[in-house]
Nanobody, 125 residues
């Protein structure tokens, strides 16, 4: 299962950023993908997820209306478009995979089968 996140960076409050998660074909077809984040001293939390079967999406309340998850099956990539970024969005962002047999759309760490390496997002005020 391949999960490779990229796209993080240092941006100002109110800016936009797009994260990418490169996956394998097998992952795209059989795993739901979630984006998680972990700020220093905090627990890892679910941000958004996309179901493998029909592309349904879910979002944490803290990012609804600002973040959009999407996928491009031809590029084997899942995206997290982030708008109106706030300093409290600062964290290491991870993409993760959960078997679609057990999980429709993973927003909790408990159901994750595989984690990718994180990418740092820093939002300055």
């Amino acid at each position: 299962v391949q999960l490779q996140a990229s796209g993080g960076g240092l941006v100002q409050s109110g800016s936009s950023l797009r994260l990418s998660c490169k996956v394998s074909r097998f992952t795209m077809d059989y795993y739901a993908i979630g984006w998680f984040r972990q700020a220093p001293g905090e627990e890892r939390e679910g941000v958004s997820c996309i179901a493998s079967s029909d592309g349904s999406t879910e979002y944490a309340d803290t990012v609804k209306g600002r973040f959009t998850i999407s996928r491009d099956k031809s590029k084997l990539t899942v995206y997290l478009q982030m708008h109106s970024l706030k300093p409290e969005d600062t964290a290491v962002y991870y993409c993760a995979a959960a078997s679609s047999v057990r999980t429709f759309c993973p927003l909790t760490t408990m159901v994750i089968d595989y984690w990718g390496e994180g990418t740092q997002v820093t939002v300055s005020s």
